[in-house]
């Protein structure tokens, strides 16, 4: 009987995230967030590496965004390293994955940041990262400004 009503138990479950999953999709909305695409200059400070700049380019991948809800490609140039990954937004709040094009390097990680749009008008990006593999384990600070 236990057996009975945990495969019971598992089949509903099933059936209600993928009834939810469906009607989610069909809420899809025209993205009326934020759009932070753009060219960016970068300044930081990194664990291993110290020091640094770099140049972010954010792209918004309408398709994939929606309401209020931002998806963006990103780009990060740091002299002869190049990252590639995705930005998602909520308002001033952003997330973050990226990872070196030369995957032979093991250097990926996530980052948390912040959205703000300064006096002189051009937004600001303050982020904290995290790479769990890079030079056994880092995380930096930095902060990109709109060109």
Do not use: R, W
């Given at each position: 009987m236990k057996i009975f009503s945990a495969v019971l138990g598992t089949a509903f479950f099933v059936l209600a995230t993928s009834s939810h999953a469906a009607s989610t999709d069909a809420q899809r909305k025209p993205f009326t967030g934020?759009?932070?695409?753009?060219?960016?200059?970068?300044?930081?400070?990194?664990?291993?590496?110290g020091d640094f700049t770099s140049t972010m380019t954010?792209?918004?991948?309408?398709?994939?965004?929606?309401?209020?809800?931002?998806?963006?490609?990103?780009k990060v140039e740091a002299g002869p390293v190049t990252y590639t990954g995705s930005i998602v937004s909520n308002g001033t709040q952003l997330a973050m994955d990226f990872a070196n094009?030369?995957?032979?390097?093991?250097?990926?990680?996530v980052a948390l940041a912040t959205l703000s749009s300064p006096a002189k008008g051009k937004?600001?990006?303050?982020?904290?990262?995290?790479?769990?593999?890079?030079m056994g384990g880092s995380n930096g600070f930095e902060k990109c400004t709109l060109k």
């Open positions: 934020t759009d932070i695409s753009g060219v960016y200059a970068c300044v930081g400070n990194d664990a291993h590496d954010l792209s918004l991948d309408k398709k994939y965004s929606s309401a209020k809800f931002g998806s963006f490609k990103v094009t030369d995957l032979s390097k093991n250097d990926f990680g937004f600001e990006i303050k982020k904290f990262y995290y790479q769990p593999q890079y």
